[in-house]
Structure formats: structure tokens, C-alpha cells
């Protein structure tokens, strides 16, 4: 059975305070020890040709990392273990028909006390992100308690509407065709790869964890011990 180390990171052009280059080296240094075979981004796969090209560039000294935590990680970590290619897992989902603001829009309207739910538990979530410092941010967001915010957020969203506007269930069944679709793309990755890792977004770890855990057929890796080894090593 393959090996999955799934981890979700933050997104550095909201929060570029956490692009700290020599901490996310030593973090890339703690994935690598996991020896993947491939490497995982949650990228569309029409672009996967530009950023081998510019992983290649990096790996030879000759491109700048941007504001991209996928990217940032997925770098750091491919030099790391040796790795010189990268796989894009993420597919095109058309999110906004209905968008989430019309789904918070039809619920301040007619379901004010659920939309005050909905914002409460946005900002616990919000709160996952406020430590300043990068480590300390994966620990949170790939938390099972993060994760499980997260999941109440959602059921929360699916009671929005009625029965004749189905808008946070329509907005969720976006949301879960995206993630169906990194689920099934990363499944078939792992087909010929005996130990992956994957770089995602935290608004897709919560879904996308729980898909591949019912699998049965990958054993996905815990990401604490990765980090507290990094989390130990540093004091």
C-alpha cells in the first residue's frame, strides 16, 4: 500500500510575514526525510510543464521563489530528497455559481442567525492562522481540531437556503467535485509511486484527508511527527 504525507499550507500573498526562507528549509528538510518518491501540488495540470521548468531553473541556482507556498514547499523539499519532478493534482471547478459570498448574502438576508454561525466559526478557523510564526501555522491548520472546524463550517454552509434555494448545498457540490478530482488524480499518481507527498491548500485538507483515509488502499502519514522533529531540532 503507497504512503501519503498530505500536508496544507498557508497562503503567503494574504500572509507573507510567514515566507521565512531558512525555517521553511528546515521544515523542507523534515519532509524529505519521509524519502518520496514524487512530490504533489495542488496545481492544474495544464501548467505542470512551466513549473518543472522552474524547478529545474532552482534546482540549478537560477530562479527566485515567489509568494507561493505550494511552490515554496514543493521546491525546497524536491532539492531536499533529490527529486527533480513535480506532479500537479488539481483540476478546474467553475466555484462560483453559486460564489460563497451569494451563499452569505442569501443567508444575512433570510437565515441572520445561522449566517452568525457561519461567522463564528470562520473566525475560530481565522485564529489557526494568527501565530507568526510558519511552523507553528502547519502544526494548526493540519491539526485534527483545524480540521474539524472546518468540517462544522461545512455543514453549517449546507443549511443555507431552503428547499427550493439550495445555495450552500450547491456551493458545496463544487466544492467537493474539486476535491473528488484531487482525490482520484493523487490516487492514480500513487499507483506507481510507493511514498508521496502533497502540498494543498488548508481549505482543501479537510476533504480531501477524509476521501483518501475511506480509501483503504493508502496509508496516509501522520504530519506531526514531521513537525515536531522540525519543532525539536530548533528548540
Known amino acids: ?25 528546515s521544515i523542507a528538510e523534515s519532509f524529505a526525510s519521509f524519502d518520496p518518491t514524487a512530490i504533489a501540488i495542488e496545481k492544474n495540470y495544464y501548467v505542470e510543464e512551466e513549473i518543472n521548468k522552474n524547478l529545474d531553473s532552482y534546482l540549478r541556482d537560477e530562479f527566485i521563489l515567489t509568494y ?20 500537479m493534482i488539481d483540476e478546474i471547478v467553475d466555484m462560483s455559481d453559486p460564489s460563497l459570498d451569494q451563499v452569505f448574502t442569501w443567508a444575512e438576508e433570510y437565515q441572520p442567525s445561522l449566517l452568525k454561525e457561519i461567522v463564528s466559526i470562520k473566525q475560530k478557523a481565522d485564529a489557526f492562522r494568527t501565530d507568526d510564526d510558519v511552523r507553528g501555522v502547519l502544526e494548526q491548520i493540519n491539526s ?92
Not at 501519503?4 to 494574504?14: K, R, T
Not at 511552490?71 to 524536491?78: G, I, L, Y
Request: glycine share 2%; with cysteine.
Open 1 to 25: 500500500m503507497s504512503r501519503l504525507l498530505l500536508i496544507a499550507v498557508p497562503n503567503f500573498s494574504i500572509h507573507p510575514d510567514l515566507v521565512q526562507e531558512e525555517k521553511i528549509s
Open 68 to 87: 507561493d507556498a505550494l511552490e515554496q514547499f514543493a521546491f525546497c523539499t524536491a532539492e531536499q530528497a533529490g527529486l527533480s519532478f513535480l506532479y
Open 144 to 235: 485534527d481540531t483545524y480540521i474539524t472546524l472546518i468540517q462544522h463550517l461545512h455543514a453549517s454552509i449546507n443549511i443555507a437556503g431552503d428547499r427550493h434555494h439550495q445555495v450552500g448545498t450547491a456551493w458545496l457540490k463544487q466544492y467537493f467535485e474539486k476535491n473528488l478530482a484531487i482525490a482520484a488524480n493523487l490516487e492514480r499518481m500513487l499507483r506507481h509511486e510507493e511514498r508521496a507527498i502533497a502540498f494543498v491548500s488548508e481549505e482543501t485538507l479537510p476533504l480531501l484527508r477524509n476521501l483518501l483515509k475511506n480509501s483503504n488502499r493508502i496509508t496516509l502519514e501522520n504530519p506531526d511527527s514531521y513537525l515536531t522533529r522540525h519543532n525539536s531540532s530548533n528548540g
